[in-house]
């Protein structure tokens, strides 16, 4: 008997997270869905500095350049280290793939949705990527990704998490950017806030959509 594809998804952590602290944080995930997929994870570019510890505190760009910060929630002009990340990112998949999904958390989850719009406006190529998992995830409110955030997405699948108590990513931030997504987002509304929750609660819905992804590899 043929063994059951997997899928490969690749995972990109929140601000002033990295690529271990948003392991340790999807493990109940994970676990739940491990006939289904392996999660692989890839670290920011730019350092944080923040402490000592700075060498876990990440990001992918920066919206002050002045404070070298990042606030999802003011607008700005600013997307300081952008491109790096994408670069970054492209040539991570273009050596460790194929990759079937993206993954993200916060500010991952709008490099997630940026990395898509880019690919769909053909500036860069995300071979066999062909759906996308969301955590708090929001537009970009630099007006340098104006033409990225713009994007209605096409023929791309998409599930998102989000929390009613979240005060960092509010509910209708990660609905807006669902609402991209041509194909029918799906969506599940956790009670929690600004986290992964776990999924068990939501098991079935996790796991009909990645079955839905597998069913779609064995037929490609």
Not at 46 to 60: G, K, L, N, P, T
Request: hydrophobic share 40%.
């Amino acid at each position: 008997m043929t063994a059951q594809p997997k899928l490969r998804i690749l995972c990109l952590h929140g601000y002033r997270q990295c690529d271990q602290s948003f392991r340790q944080k999807t493990g109940s995930t994970r676990k739940l869905v491990k006939s289904l997929a392996d999660f692989e994870f890839v670290n920011g570019v730019h350092s944080v500095a923040v402490d000592e510890h700075s060498d876990s505190s990440r990001a992918w760009w920066f919206s002050n350049s002045e404070a070298m910060s990042f606030s999802s929630r003011e607008q700005t002009d600013v997307s300081l280290g952008f491109e790096e990340s994408v670069n970054a990112v492209v040539k991570y998949i273009e050596e460790n793939g194929p990759f079937d999904g993206l993954m993200g958390f916060s500010q991952g989850a709008s490099m997630v949705h940026l990395l898509i719009a880019k690919a769909q406006l053909g500036e860069i190529s995300l071979p066999d990527i062909r759906f996308a998992i969301f955590f708090s995830g929001f537009l970009s409110l630099s007006s340098q990704h104006n033409s990225f955030t713009s994007l209605r997405i096409k023929d791309f699948p998409s599930l998102h998490v989000f929390g009613d108590a979240d005060e960092i990513v509010a509910r209708p931030k990660s609905e807006k950017l669902s609402d991209q997504f041509e194909v029918e987002p799906v969506r599940i509304v956790h009670d929690g806030g600004h986290l992964v929750p776990a999924m068990s609660k939501y098991k079935e819905t996790i796991v009909g959509f990645l079955k839905d992804q597998v069913d779609k590899k064995k037929r490609s």
